[in-house]
């Protein structure tokens, strides 16, 4: 098999290791959920104290090992028009690129939409970056993905007693989120002298900065 870094896509970005400060990030998301649950503005009251408290623990939270949240989910096209931020329609190659991002990522569970597309958005914010775009922290994505992608082989490791060692970054996939996620496709090698195999990682950055490995597993093989 053969797999290729992601072409080019988007512009730089700063992951969640290069992010703002910690209480500045956390205080724009709960003026976000304040004004989700109190437009208006009105007094502070316990009930919103509990909410903030609510928020903290939803941000702070690590996620479940071995969960894939792309189970079960199937693509449908949305017959409803996709509009611009002007309120006019999207143009028919927009859109059709979008419906073939979004089918791309369900399909794929996150893991690949080409990048040579233009959607009018992507997937769930899931976007394709260069291995050698700047992230921000001094770094590349090639150099951030290959952090995260220990992490996660260090857990699947420990929990099913392998020793998978890690060969180098094919692409990857980043949610821009208080809750940042990467979707990496790497190369790694199951026994000292076997062939590099694609495996997969997905991982997530927390806003205090903490690394949450969610699933580390072997590539599936296309379907022909």
């Not at 611009?84 to 996150?110: A, C, F, V």
């Not at 940042?180 to 496709?185: M, R």
């Not at 997530?204 to 597993?217: A, E, F, G, N, Q």
């Amino acid at each position: 098999m053969v797999l290729k870094p992601c072409a080019a896509q988007g512009e730089s970005i700063e992951v969640e290791d290069a992010a703002e400060p910690m209480e500045e990030v956390f205080n724009s998301y709960l003026r976000k959920r304040k004004a989700e649950f109190d437009p208006e503005e009105e007094e502070e009251s316990d009930g919103e104290n509990e909410e903030i408290e609510e928020a903290k623990i939803d941000i702070l939270m690590a996620p479940e090992w071995d969960v894939d949240s792309f189970d079960g989910l199937e693509y449908y096209s949305s017959p409803d028009p996709i509009l611009s931020s002007d309120d006019e329609p999207i143009d028919e190659e927009s859109l059709e690129h979008t419906r073939i991002y979004k089918r791309q990522m369900i399909q794929s569970k996150g893991f690949f939409g080409d990048p040579k597309l233009k959607p009018s958005y992507y997937y769930n914010r899931i976007r394709p970056f260069r291995l050698d775009q700047v992230t921000g922290a001094d770094k590349n994505f090639a150099q951030y993905w290959e952090e995260m992608v220990h992490v996660c082989l260090q857990k699947l490791n420990q929990e099913k007693g392998l020793n998978v060692k890690f060969v180098e970054v094919v692409r990857g996939y980043y949610l821009t989120s208080v809750r940042s996620k990467s979707y990496i496709t790497f190369l790694a090698k199951e026994t000292p002298d076997g062939p590099p195999v694609p495996y997969q990682a997905k991982c997530m950055v927390t806003l205090d900065r903490k690394r949450h490995p969610i699933l580390c597993r072997p590539a599936p093989t296309p379907k022909p």
